[in-house]
């Protein structure tokens, strides 16, 4: 399998007959093999439902159906540990994020091992905008990083380095800085940003900030503490 295209879902049912025909347009055009997972997160808007029908119509999808909601960590995790292809892409179920893109992130991945999209334009309100400017500018400074968008799911991964990765919950906020432990090459490409049509967006500011902070603090700790040891020859 060439191509693993994982999609967290919480409550995106009117979106994702939207974005199967798209991501299966740009997927199809690449003339590989693919896949597509969405992990549908405990929706409870009947977004079970409509993958279902999706599931009829497109061969290509898998579908993996939490008990409830976990968190958009967990639902990469599963979709990762469930992917079979040597390239896994990751974008978000509510075409805030562009399936026509991908090429484009695909095109770096020669090179480095993990490419980051920026949201260079971004469409949500000038609340989230601004904290996610103070949280990235924070983050970077206590973790010694220089990545430009930590919250654009937007990205395509060389399987091989994801398959390393121990996750917690929280922790997609930081996978290029985990992956960059493991030796990953990471590269970061603007990427187009579309406002949200339907569906709500699951973050504000409050639910957020709090546990954003101590989740620095755990990769702060783990960065003082990984281990780093070389034998002599
Ligand atoms: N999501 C998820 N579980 C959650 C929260 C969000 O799977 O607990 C999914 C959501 O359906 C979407 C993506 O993660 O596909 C990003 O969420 P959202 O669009 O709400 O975030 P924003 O774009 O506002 O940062
Ligand atoms: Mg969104």
């Known amino acids: ?35 597509i997972i969405c992990v549908n997160d405990g929706s409870r808007d009947g977004s079970d439902e409509v993958l279902r029908d999706l599931k009829r119509k497109y061969g290509q999808l898998k579908v993996v159906e939490f008990e409830k909601n976990y968190g958009l960590t967990a639902a990469l995790d599963a979709g990762f540990s469930m992917a079979k292809g040597d390239i896994v892409i990751t974008i978000d179920a509510d075409m805030q994020n562009d399936p026509r893109d991908i090429p484009k992130l695909l095109k770096e991945i020669g090179d480095y091992d993990v490419v980051c999209g920026v949201r260079s334009v971004r469409h949500d309100s000038w609340l989230r905008i601004v904290s996610s400017r103070i949280a990235n500018y924070i983050r970077n400074k206590v973790t010694k990083e220089n990545i430009i968008d930590v919250g654009c799911t937007l990205r395509a991964y060389k399987r091989k380095f994801l398959s390393k990765l121990k996750l917690f919950d929280g922790m997609h906020r930081f996978l290029p800085t985990l992956l960059k432990w493991e030796g990953a090459k990471v590269v970061e490409v603007e990427v187009t940003h579309h406002p949200r049509i339907y569906g709500k967006t699951k973050y504000g500011v409050w639910n957020r900030i709090f546990k954003a902070f101590i989740d620095l603090l755990a990769v702060v700790w783990m960065k003082k503490r990984k281990l780093n040891y070389k034998i002599k020859e």
């Open 1 to 35: 399998m060439d191509y693993s295209v994982v999609v967290p879902v919480y409550d995106e049912r009117e979106n994702l007959e939207i974005l199967l025909k798209s991501l299966t347009e740009v997927m199809d055009s690449l003339g590989k093999e693919y896949e």
